[in-house]
């Protein structure tokens, strides 16, 4: 008999959104790190990266692609996001009397430090598995504390007071619960997760310039050939796939929103050779650069 009751429990905080949100779409909330997510029907595979956050279904499907990973999540399932990633996400599931409904929580890293360090939690096994990206059923606990958070959008006058209580409230299940072996991994000091995220951190910042991995290595205070291991196993891709997918997704960012053609976008991300740009953005994307803008401006019509 297959177990349904984190369906059930997700049901209610679905309808609340549904009823707020009143049209499908992504909507931002007056909690700047929570946005909502409604489609009424599924959605081509979309490349973007994945950052550190709790991803929460509450209706319908979705199907994320991770290098040769495929991850399914539906509803009353919780994904927790630990390392910024690219991924291939795309709803499987959303009916307009059935819509996907999702809710987005951005952690913070330095609260999930502080937090793991307050409980006085465990130290992990050196042989425990970790996961950059893991997937569990959503339980009463967490369920409660998240409508009580996304219910501030009826009290503003409690907003200010409440949400960073409610925030450190979710670490906190978060820790505690089935996610915690992969999130108290991140906050281990030490670890070689805790070192991959500050390069991984800082290469979101500096992917235009010209970057060798011995000086990213350095970074990480690790041989080069033990960073590209660690790297590889945290992230699920090497060092050198993650910046020129970070590469590639900028300017497909700003072609896209600002309105560059396809040479001055590659310059801009740091690709010298405008043909090499063409190749791999049609390896990543599946069509040339021209071609996926007027796909993706169709889609938007």
Not at 33 to 62: F, W
Not at 166 to 195: D, F
Request: aromatic share 6%; with cysteine.
């Amino acid at each position: 008999m297959i177990d349904t009751n984190h369906q059930e429990i997700a049901k209610p905080l679905a309808q609340k959104i549904m009823l707020f949100a009143n049209k499908a779409g992504d909507i931002t909330s007056h909690t700047p790190e929570l946005t909502l997510h409604i489609r009424n029907a599924p959605t081509d595979p979309l490349h973007c990266i994945y950052t550190l956050s709790l991803a929460v279904v509450l209706q319908g499907a979705k199907m994320l692609s991770v290098e040769n990973s495929v991850l399914p999540c539906s509803g009353g399932q919780t994904m927790l996001t630990t390392f910024d990633l690219p991924v291939v996400s795309h709803v499987t599931e959303a009916t307009r009397h059935q819509p996907f409904v999702a809710m987005v929580l951005k952690l913070d890293y330095n609260l999930i430090l502080q937090t793991a360090a307050e409980l006085k939690l465990p130290k992990q096994s050196r042989n425990e598995t970790f996961a950059p990206i893991s997937i569990h059923n959503i339980d009463a606990g967490l369920t409660d504390a998240l409508t009580r958070l996304f219910e501030l959008e009826y009290n503003p006058a409690l907003r200010d007071g409440l949400q960073p209580l409610l925030m450190k409230e979710i670490v906190i299940r978060l820790l505690q619960g089935p996610h915690g072996p992969h999130l108290r991994k991140l906050a281990s000091e030490g670890s070689p997760s805790s070192h991959i995220v500050r390069v991984v951190s800082w290469l979101k910042t500096n992917f235009m310039r010209p970057v060798q991995i011995d000086e990213l290595a350095k970074q990480a205070h690790m041989s080069s050939s033990t960073f590209r291991q660690h790297f590889k196993t945290i992230t699920g891709t090497s060092p050198l796939q993650y910046l020129k997918t970070l590469r590639l997704q900028e300017a497909r960012d700003q072609m896209l929103i600002n309105g560059l053609d396809a040479g001055q976008a590659s310059g801009v991300v740091g690709y010298e050779s405008p043909s090499q740009f063409s190749r791999e953005y049609s390896r990543l994307f599946g069509l040339p650069p021209q071609k996926d803008m007027q796909r993706l401006r169709q889609q938007q019509l």
